[in-house]
């Protein structure tokens, strides 16, 4: 099973900053990582798909990059509106599909 | 427009039974792979299982393996998943995903809203 690492848990930005977003894999699973956000009460939705494409709708702020076992996920100038919390999931070495814990990004 | 409309979920005591549905919508459901994924309380998010779209391949998490089924209804277009002898550490909301392309190895691009299973006494 491939396991997921996030970093950090816990990220505080202000509006109009950068945040950049870690996800580490414990085997090569090439670019197939997605990214999901996630707000309270809500269903996680896909961001990023194949590592670095924005799935339909997803504001070019969000960008993806990495292969292999690192892959990161960056917000080039954060809005209000991208709080929540960050999932990655690889789907190379399936099954499982997995998920790593989570980044929680705090508007500062 | 594509939707997933999950339900079922309910208070149920450990060792309980309990069967979740996932009416879709918008797509040609037949002809797409579908899975379920739970969260716990606070927690992150755990695949529980997939289902091909025929119904020839059925796969599923090492926790629930045994214990739950996932079948489909394609003349209905209903997702379900049958969960036996459940434990207080399956209580999640659990969401059924559309896979992207269609295949069992893809990301999940439509998501239920969540149905909440908890198990306890």
């Known amino acids: 099973e491939v396991l997921l690492t996030q970093s950090p848990a816990t990220l505080s930005v202000s509006p109009g900053e950068r945040a950049t977003l870690s996800c580490r894999a414990s085997q090569i699973i090439g670019n197939n990582l997605a990214w999901y956000q996630q707000k309270p009460g809500q269903a996680p939705r896909l961001l990023i798909f194949g590592a670095s494409t924005r799935a339909t709708g997803i504001p070019a702020r969000f960008s993806g990059s990495g292969s292999g076992t690192e892959f990161t996920l960056t917000i080039s100038s954060l809005q209000s509106e991208d709080f929540g919390v960050y999932f990655c999931h690889q789907y190379n070495n399936w099954p499982p599909h997995t998920f790593g814990g989570g980044t929680t990004v705090e508007i500062k | 427009e594509v939707q997933l409309l999950d339900s079922g979920g309910q208070l149920v005591q450990p060792g309980g039974s309990l069967r979740l549905s996932c009416a879709a919508s918008?797509?040609?459901?037949?002809?797409?792979?579908m899975n379920w994924v739970r969260q716990a309380p606070g927690g992150g998010l755990a695949w529980v299982a997939a289902i091909s779209g025929g119904s020839s391949g059925a796969y599923y998490a090492d926790s629930v393996k045994g214990r739950f089924t996932i079948s489909r209804d394609n003349s209905d277009n209903t997702l379900y998943l049958e969960m036996n002898s459940l434990r207080v550490d399956d209580t999640a909301i659990y969401y059924c995903a559309k896979p992207s392309g269609g295949t069992l190895r893809d990301v999940f691009d439509v998501w239920g809203h969540g149905t909440l299973v908890t198990v306890s006494s």
């Open positions: 918008g797509f040609s459901f037949k002809h797409f792979a």
